[in-house]
Each structure stands twice: as C-alpha cells, then as structure tokens.
C-alpha cells in the first residue's frame, strides 16, 4: 500500500461482520486480512491540527514509543493495542493521540471487538471534540453495529452523521502541514472526507433514505483514494431502487473486483442490473 501522509487507515472492513451486514443482509461479508501500511512520523496534533507552541516538545523516549506502535502492521492487532494504549496513558498530552486513538480503533475493529472500537472513539472524542480522524471514523461505525431494534438506534445514527459532518467541516478547513506536498495533503483530505460521506450514506442507508444514500456513497467513492467493496454493493443496491440501471451494473462491476465473501453476489447482481436495463420501460 502506498504510503499516506500523516494518517492511515488501516483495512477494517471486516468489521462489516459485526453489525450492519447481519443485520440488513442476513450473513456478513468477509474480507481478507487487512494490508500492511505504513506512515509518517511528521504527525500534526491531535484532530489533525498542526503543532503548536502550546505543546510540550516531544521527548525521545516519546518518539521512539510512538515510532515502534506505528511500525506494526494491521494484522498485528493485539500487539497495535496494547502498545497504543500503554502509550495514551504514558503521554497524556503527546501530539500524537489523535493517530493513536484512531489506529487503535482500527485495530479493535479488524479484531472484531466493535464494543470496544465504539467505546474507544467515543473517548477519544470527548477528549478531543476536534478529532477529525476518529470523528470520521467513528460515523461509519455506528451505523454497522447498532442494531435497528435497538432504544437508541435514532440517537446513535444521529451521532453518526454529527460525527461526519464535522469532519468534514475541519478537514476542510484544515491548512496544509508544513513538509507535505499538495498531493501528499490532497490524499489526506480525501481519505478523511471519503470516510465522512461514507459514513453518511450509511446513516441514510439505515434510515431507507436511498436517495440521501446514493449521493453521499457516490460521493465517497469518488473521493476516497481505497473504497471499500461494500460501498459499492450498498450504492449499487440503491441505483437498483431508484431504477438507474446502468449507474448499478458499474457499481456492482467495481464491488465485484475484490475478492470478498459477497463476490459471487455483486457478479449476480451486474447481470440482474443488465437485464432491469434492458427490459421495456413501463408505461
């Protein structure tokens, strides 16, 4: 995977499995284990802001903690929490938090402990309202794992789309690091704001708003620089509905790329766009 400036989000799709695949489509979809990424040391502070003189200097020991949690692949989920939250409760103030909270949700999620994802970003978020990362993340979290019947379903997925628009709100307003280039800054942004409008298109998903739905997911796929399979299988699946018959054969085309446990069904699901597209158009 390529490097990525800053922030890296790490393969969590599997985490699909947890909720919102279960619950709307009766078995989750499996992907293969994450890919190994790796990232810079040239981090901006926490919620993606860049140092400031307010901030204590960054140790050594500090750096060299940090530099050794990062280094570790994401398949290396246990090893990835147990360094980041030793770290987090040695440096309560580090610069770094923001990439370590949201690595370390990344790391609960491909483990399959949505529980302690969810409860880990909201911390993280109460600490740092700003969070732009974990913000981003975190609205396309809930929406996967809080069960339709449950009493604070509405109140869940509307902290989902707080959580995206916010986010989007700061990347957008976020200035450029100092040693980043325009396409290293591009990338960033567009990371952050794919998984905003993700995040979205999933609340309205969850809500049967299709509409909303396609045009936030058709957005984030064509911002965010790895969109995930089911992306396209949700987008696709809306189309269907709102007979854009052409727009869904492609979506199911590009979700059928991957090797994933719903492969078989995105290839079905191009041919059935192909014969809706077809068929007469009622009168």
């Not at 901006?44 to 050594?60: D, F, L, S």
């Not at 923001?98 to 491909?110: K, Q």
Request: net charge neutral; with cysteine.
């Amino acid at each position: 995977m390529k490097n990525r400036m800053n922030l890296i989000r790490g393969d969590w799709t599997a985490a699909v499995a947890l909720g919102m695949g279960f619950l709307i489509f009766g078995a989750p979809p499996v992907r293969g284990q994450a890919t190994q990424s790796s990232q810079s040391t040239q981090q901006p502070a926490a919620g993606g802001k860049p140092a400031t003189a307010e901030q204590p200097p960054v140790n050594k020991e500090e750096e060299d903690a940090y530099k050794a949690a990062a280094a570790l692949t994401n398949q290396q989920g246990p090893e990835i929490v147990s360094q980041s939250e030793a770290f987090l409760a040695k440096y309560p103030t580090s610069r770094y938090r923001s990439i370590v909270y949201f690595r370390l949700v990344n790391a609960y999620l491909g483990m399959g402990q949505a529980a302690n994802a969810v409860t880990t970003g909201e911390k993280a978020i109460v600490e740092n309202p700003e969070n732009m990362d974990v913000l981003a993340l975190e609205s396309t979290v809930l929406p996967r794992v809080t069960s339709p019947n449950a009493l604070d379903f509405e109140q869940k997925l509307g902290e989902a789309e707080r959580f995206a628009k916010r986010s989007i709100e700061l990347v957008n307003a976020m200035q450029k690091p100092e040693g980043n280039t325009d396409e290293q800054f591009a990338t960033w942004k567009n990371e952050r704001l794919g998984m905003a409008h993700y995040g979205l298109g999933l609340v309205a998903y969850m809500r049967g708003n299709t509409a909303v739905c396609v045009e936030e997911l058709d957005q984030s796929s064509k911002i965010d620089p790895a969109p995930e399979p089911l992306l396209f299988f949700l987008l696709g699946t809306g189309e269907m509905k709102l007979q854009k018959f052409p727009d869904a054969q492609a979506a199911f085309e590009r979700c059928a790329k991957d090797p994933w446990q719903w492969q078989d069904r995105c290839k079905s699901s191009v041919e059935q766009a192909k014969k809706a597209g077809a068929a007469p158009a009622r009168p």
